[in-house]
């Protein structure tokens, strides 16, 4: 019996010894890179079925950076990394006593700084009462800018006929006038306020109330929308001619699907003044404001909407979020969007609902209103406004060029395209105002 019991005990000794081996640890954490920048990384962790008692580890080159509390979908921003360096990163779930969860492993380099070594030219379009409104580049050698030019006939008297449309082939300027719609019926020349272009025979202009579009051989009015608007057109962004948006007047949102216009319902009624959105449409904003009305950002896509910051009183200060009006706004990713206000840009995460770093070469206010933020990158942006103020954002930091400062200078926009930026707007004179163009190039 005693032999019985040793050898039963023997078995259950050996049955339990450890073999030496570590549970594996499944993999519960996606990660994913976002985006880059000069100093930071932008990445999405999603967690499968996260538990109240579990925890969310970063870890950066085998060390943990961040530690937060376990979702099941976030965005994080890694800060204050050293530029064009290449950095590893893994994820973990963890308990108090446990990890209980892993990623995969990815790699973010960081970008380097952008040249601030700008050159500009000046030229003007036009004669009395001429201004530029809005600018489009399509490649180094091709841009266009809308506006109302006036020139003079051989009699040397002004006609006043007006000139619409100006196009750059790298060389010089050549205007010329492109019909618009007096909808529902009629055509004449009258100012073009907005231009957006994905190609040179693939363009979209507007006056205000109606929609032109140049296919490459015919400008083709199209006056549907106009039963849509609140107010005229202030601008235009898509990602295609099948995905395209335009704001304006009284809070008007409008999106083409490439074969007909719908309203889109925006929550405010306030004068909407910008619209861009991520190279891929999944994020779209705009922005606006008028007199005695609060200063507005919205984020949407498609038909849905939302308000996501109101301000009534737009003129204090705030370092850690939106200040002043929104006159601007900017976006080279899906994960954040720029907005330009007087007192700086501010960049905010997606999900922002006014919180924002502000970036600034004014104390505290900007050198000139700011009418417009353009970029190639997010190290690589530029914004434009009165007084002729141009700066560049380089990823790091600021440069103003003082030098093309004059009192009488009104920039309206500007567009960026690798070492190609066009700003566009007035030399302002009582009778004799230019259309005017100032071209950077580095």
């Not at 600018?135 to 040397?156: K, Q």
């Not at 994960?335 to 960049?347: H, L």
């Not at 060029?401 to 309206?412: C, K, Q, V």
């Amino acid at each position: 019996m005693k032999k019985h019991i040793l050898l039963f005990l023997t078995l259950i000794a050996v049955g339990c010894k450890d073999d030496g081996t570590t549970p594996e640890i499944p993999q519960r954490v996606t990660l994913t890179l976002i985006d880059a920048a000069v100093k930071e990384t932008y990445l999405h962790i999603a967690a499968s079925n996260p538990a109240s008692n579990e925890a969310l580890a970063l870890l950066r080159n085998g060390t943990t950076v961040m530690t937060f509390a376990a979702v099941a979908d976030t965005n994080i921003a890694d800060t204050a990394l050293t530029q064009t360096t290449t950095y590893q990163y893994s994820a973990t779930l963890q308990t108090t006593s446990a990890t209980t969860g892993k990623s995969n492993a990815i790699s973010a380099q960081t970008l380097a700084p952008t040249s601030h070594d700008w050159h500009f030219t000046t030229d003007s379009l036009g004669e009395v009462s001429s201004t530029l409104y809005d600018v489009a580049i399509v490649n180094d050698t091709l841009a266009y800018a809308v506006g109302e030019m006036y020139l003079r006939d051989l009699t040397g008297q002004v006609d006043p006929i007006l000139y619409n449309l100006a196009i750059w082939n790298g060389s010089q300027w050549r205007i010329q006038r492109v019909p618009v719609p007096l909808c529902p019926n009629s055509t004449g020349f009258f100012p073009l306020r907005t231009i957006f272009a994905f190609a040179w025979n693939d363009i979209w202009l507007s006056g205000g109330g109606e929609m032109i579009h140049w296919d490459g051989l015919t400008f083709r009015g199209d006056c549907s929308m106009n039963p849509l608007i609140q107010g005229a057109i202030t601008k235009i962004w898509g990602t295609s001619s099948a995905g395209l948006y335009a704001v304006g007047g009284g809070g008007t949102i409008i999106h083409y699907n490439g074969s007909t216009w719908q309203r889109v319902e925006s929550g405010t009624t306030v004068n909407l003044l910008d619209v861009w959105g991520a190279p891929d449409g999944s994020m779209v904003w705009a922005c606006g404001w008028e007199d005695f009305q609060p200063t507005v950002l919205l984020r949407g896509s498609g038909s849905t909407w939302e308000k996501r910051y109101e301000d009534p009183y737009p003129f204090v200060l705030r370092r850690d979020s939106l200040s002043g009006i929104i006159s601007s706004v900017w976006t080279p990713a899906s994960n954040r969007v720029f907005a330009a206000t007087y007192f700086g840009v501010y960049s905010c995460a997606a999900d922002t609902r006014g919180y924002g770093k502000r970036s600034t070469f004014g104390n505290p206010y900007l050198p000139g209103f700011p009418f417009r933020i353009r970029g190639s990158g997010v190290n690589d942006y530029s914004i434009i406004g009165d007084y002729g103020m141009v700066a560049h954002f380089n990823g790091v930091t600021w440069k103003y060029f003082a030098e093309l400062y004059r009192d009488n200078i009104h920039l309206n926009s500007v567009s960026q395209r690798a070492n190609l930026v066009i700003a566009v707007g007035e030399l302002y004179h009582p009778i004799y105002s230019r259309g005017l163009v100032i071209r950077g190039s580095r």
